[in-house]
């Protein structure tokens, strides 16, 4: 059973367009997160929900809206694709506060490219 | 051998030779850091963690040494092999605050 799974896995669009990216963790934690990945392997941390709220926006353009129907889902919408939003996505889920589940659990990434 | 996780540095060691790995975290009231290992294609994947109110953590085959007094942690992975070829993070986090500062990483290439 993946822990962490995100779909799809490449996703390749034209700019102007809009994309989503689903996520779920069955772990039952309560945070999940968006971290961005560029062509240098910097990861950059996007968003983070704790239990469905907003906690973390790393001021990302209001093109990416994440939402959280449920604690075990995170997906991310971006509108008006651009070619500076190619990257890898990952999400990423934790529970912090429980010292064995403090560290976070990635899935295995959407590479996106826009053309 | 040895690498400075900046912009992405290859760090080449032949199997069987034990390697070190470096970070600088930027955040002196971090207090958990987690390193990292990313294969191609893949998520990064836990390898070890440590706490600040400790220096030194053993898993198998790897150690990570912490100095608090110049914000600097290592990881040595003993008797590499080709396996262990992949970019490496490390990762800094302020406890009960829910974000996580990775560092730049360094690449792994393990020779057979």
């Known amino acids: 059973d993946t822990a962490v799974s995100q779909t799809p896995k490449y996703l390749v669009t034209q700019m102007g367009n809009d994309k989503s990216i689903k996520c779920e963790q069955n772990l039952g934690h309560d945070t999940m997160y968006w971290y961005k990945q560029d062509s240098k392997k910097f990861l950059k941390i996007m968003f983070s929900?704790?239990?469905?709220?907003?906690?973390i926006n790393e001021t990302v353009p209001n093109r990416f809206s994440p939402k959280s129907p449920d604690k075990a889902h995170l997906n991310l919408h971006i509108n008006s694709l651009e070619l500076g939003d190619s990257a890898v996505y990952f999400c990423?889920?934790?529970?912090?506060?429980?010292?064995?589940?403090?560290?976070?659990?990635f899935g295995s990434g959407t590479q996106l490219s826009v053309l | 051998g040895e690498s400075v996780g900046l912009h992405l540095p290859t760090l080449s060691v032949q199997e069987g030779d034990n390697s070190i790995i470096n970070c600088a975290y930027s955040?002196?009231?971090?207090?958990?850091f987690i390193w990292y290992k990313q294969e191609s294609g893949k998520g990064p994947q836990f390898i070890i963690d440590i706490r600040s109110n400790m220096d030194k953590r053993q898993g198998q085959r790897v150690t990570v040494l912490l100095n608090k007094t110049v914000k600097h942690l290592s990881l040595q992975i003993a008797a590499t092999q080709p396996g262990d070829s992949a970019v490496y993070f490390c990762?800094?986090?302020?406890?009960?605050?829910?974000?996580?500062?990775f560092g730049s990483g360094t690449k792994l290439n393990v020779k057979p």
């Open positions: 990762a800094e986090n302020i406890h009960n605050f829910n974000k996580f500062y």
């Open positions: 955040n002196s009231a971090s207090d958990y």
């Open positions: 990423a889920s934790s529970q912090p506060g429980r010292a064995t589940n403090e560290k976070l659990f």
């Open positions: 929900y704790n239990n469905k709220e907003l906690i």
